[in-house]
């Protein structure tokens, strides 16, 4: 009777084709690298207005992504991956707060994603019921941002969001209205900052913004 011989399989005789190669699907991209592409269509969108609002201020329009269904599911996506690279693990945040008015924009589809709840921050007399108040100083007098009372549970995880810092003024009176209540702040995103104003310096927690301004 013969002896049995096993030989190692040959590794080349399991090596796709190229045919077959070309039929596999592409690995997928890491977060890093996808925040980056998307990063670079976002802004690539983004419009430019020289003296807006006000002369040597070079306005840059961020509603042209809202016009386009892709460039606006790739803004959540990226603001997704944003918060998620800095508020991770068990600083995921509970609760996103949204300013008037363009944090409403985009913070309530975050929000979903993150599977956190949303709450808007208000213009003073828009909101129903009990609310708290704080004021900021804007270039012709005292503003005033409310939010309801009961909005937040007390320990709760909070990031504030808005389209944009400039003074910091009204994001600062967002963090002081999620302290009242007893919520954690855990920061501050923006997808644009003029930073060339100093809002940040306003700020009693870490800001981070998505596009870097021109």
């Given amino acids: 009777m013969n002896p049995l011989v096993l030989s190692a399989p040959n590794p080349s005789k399991y090596k796709p084709d190229a045919a077959t190669a070309a039929r596999l699907p592409p690995t997928p991209p890491t977060s890093t690298s996808e925040l980056s592409s998307l990063k670079i269509r976002l802004h690539s969108s983004l419009r430019q207005f020289p003296d807006f609002p006000s002369k040597g201020i070079l306005f840059e329009d961020i509603l042209p992504i809202f016009a386009d269904a892709h460039l606006h599911q790739d803004l959540i996506r990226a603001l997704e991956l944003h918060v998620e690279e800095h508020y991770g693990g068990a600083e995921r945040p509970d609760v996103i707060v949204g300013l008037e008015a363009r944090g409403f924009l985009f913070g309530p589809s975050l929000a979903l994603r993150l599977g956190a709840g949303f709450v808007p921050?208000?213009?003073?007399?828009?909101?129903?019921?009990?609310?708290?108040?704080?004021?900021?100083?804007?270039?012709?007098?005292?503003?005033?941002?409310?939010?309801?009372?009961?909005?937040?549970?007390?320990?709760?995880?909070?990031?504030?969001?808005?389209?944009?810092?400039?003074?910091?003024?009204?994001?600062?009176?967002?963090?002081?209205?999620?302290?009242?209540?007893?919520?954690?702040?855990?920061?501050?995103?923006?997808?644009?900052?003029?930073?060339?104003?100093?809002?940040?310096?306003?700020?009693?927690?870490?800001?981070?913004?998505?596009?870097?301004?021109?």
């Fill in 121 to 214: 921050v208000r213009k003073q007399g828009k909101l129903p019921g009990p609310t708290e108040t704080a004021g900021y100083e804007k270039e012709y007098g005292t503003d005033f941002f409310q939010i309801q009372t009961d909005a937040l549970k007390p320990g709760q995880k909070v990031l504030i969001v808005d389209d944009i810092i400039a003074t910091g003024g009204s994001a600062a009176a967002a963090g002081s209205l999620v302290r009242k209540l007893g919520g954690t702040l855990l920061g501050y995103v923006f997808i644009l900052e003029l930073d060339f104003l100093e809002g940040r310096q306003k700020l009693d927690a870490s800001a981070s913004n998505l596009l870097s301004s021109q």
